[in-house]
């Protein structure tokens, strides 16, 4: 599945909250590493999460300090490394889109 076909669900349900497409790309910055330049050109090639995630320039040292469950699954034990970074830009997402705060979301 690519990245570029799952990323317009992600900002359609932010900016349903009222939260907007910046505080959305924010959070896949800190998560990855990634610019808006980067971010751009993955969603322009369509890259599949799995290449996503590998060309990452570094996964934040905090991704451990997510947790809680999302689809039924808790992340922290998630053991497919890929699904697991993938879940957990999902519960990124939805802590977003549920008005958490910024300095919340990224675990500060």
Same mark, same amino acid.
């Given at each position: 599945?690519?990245?570029?076909?799952?990323?317009?669900?992600?900002?359609?349900?932010?900016?349903? #909250?009222?939260?907007?497409?910046? !505080?959305?790309?924010?959070?896949?910055?800190?998560?990855?590493?990634?610019?808006? /330049?980067?971010? /751009?050109?993955? %969603?322009?090639?369509?890259?599949?999460?799995?290449?996503?995630?590998?060309?990452?320039?570094?996964?934040?040292?905090?991704?451990?300090? %997510?947790?809680?469950?999302?689809?039924?699954?808790?992340? !922290? !034990?998630? !053991?497919?490394?890929?699904? /697991?970074?993938?879940?957990?830009?999902?519960?990124?997402?939805?802590?977003?889109?549920?008005?958490?705060?910024?300095? #919340?979301?990224?675990?500060?």
């Amino acid at each position: 599945m690519s990245f570029a076909s799952v990323y317009p669900h992600y900002i359609h349900k932010v900016e349903k #909250k009222g939260r907007t497409k910046a !505080e959305l790309d924010e959070i896949i910055f800190w998560l990855t590493g990634y610019n808006e /330049q980067t971010l /751009q050109k993955h %969603i322009a090639d369509k890259t599949d999460f799995e290449t996503f995630f590998a060309q990452a320039p570094q996964i934040n040292p905090n991704v451990s300090k %997510i947790t809680g469950v999302i689809c039924g699954y808790r992340v !922290e !034990e998630i !053991e497919d490394k890929l699904m /697991q970074k993938v879940r957990y830009l999902d519960k990124l997402v939805d802590e977003l889109a549920k008005g958490r705060a910024m300095d #919340k979301i990224f675990r500060k």
